[in-house]
């Protein structure tokens, strides 16, 4: 993370600086070291939108403090709602780009699904990000403040009890910002202090990146796909090109789980392309002996795709035959599709309102 900007004497964005780089600026102000970490609790803990907010501090510390610093929240959030409760934030970045994220709620459980990168280079073929290409990375704090925004606009009982990094973006491919947002989220002291295991992160296979997974104690989903190497490579040409089906199957094998977790495979469901029963039978063939449990995804389709969205029956029947096989198999329901937030969706598509059909699957067995 950069400790200055760029423009000579525009002030610090404190959004921007990790716990040791914190230090380093308060000690420069001629501070205690335990202001670094009261500060750091005024961003994360409390949302904290301006240094006037930040009472604990001398009025004094507060206009020396806003003298060389700022709080780079983003501003001018849009939310959109969708029609079955799912939020999506767009929020409006430094250099004029957007990004996105999905806040979901789904029985006890409130999910929030944030970006990593604006745009993907991977472009999977059923993928709409991956139509806008890759535009940047997204910063660490870039990728904090999407909860913090979130966290703002929920209603006074709703608390994000999940988050996962299934927004726009390969996760893997931007894992240095990854890990430092994951650290502001986990850590106890002053940042949100949420447990490991409600943070999942998805990747598209970036295999030699798994092992930075495994240290953050995070949860790993994979995006598997497809069944061989010629429909993945047809699917997921980019991600193929860094791990093959087999090199990714064997790094999943080879992942260090404890005993009581388990990895998730993702699986979008493409009718006629990779729903039939004799797909599911390889699947379920190519995940025995891998702790796992596998999320179908029916696809969300988006104009200008030229796959279609499986029947509701394909989809089951595919559930089933992985389920008869002993595998865990779970539909994962289509959200806030009248928005474009739900998976696949998120990117450079104007909003219509109503004109998407909403063809949901409320079978999350
Ligand atoms: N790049 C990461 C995370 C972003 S995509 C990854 O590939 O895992 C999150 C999930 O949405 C992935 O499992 C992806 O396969 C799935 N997905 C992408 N486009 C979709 C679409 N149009 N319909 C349904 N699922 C889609």
Redesign the pocket.
Known sequence: MATTSSIPNAPINLLALTEPEMVTFTRAQGWPDYRATQILRWLYQRRAQTIADMTDLSLRDRSTLAESARIGRATGCTVLRSQDGTRKLLLPLDDGLMIEAVLIPDDERLTLCVSTQVG?M?D?G???TGTMGLKRNLKAHEIVDQVLAAQDRLDARERVTNLV???M???LANVDALETAVACFTNKSWGLGWSPRRITV???GLASRLKRVAALGINL?I?L?ATTETQRRDLMPAANDLASLRSLLAACRRYPLALNRRLTF?Y?LLAGVNDLPSDAQRLAALLRNIQCKVNL?P??E?PGSRFRRPLDRDVLRFQATLRHTGIDAFVRKSRGRDVLG????LGEQPVRPGSIALTPIESRC
Do not use: D, H, K, R
């Open positions: 993907c991977l999977c059923f993928c709409l990094f299934m927004g973006g390969e996760p998805s990747t598209a989903a995006s796909n993702e979008v995804i696809f969300n988006f739900a998976c696949g969706q």
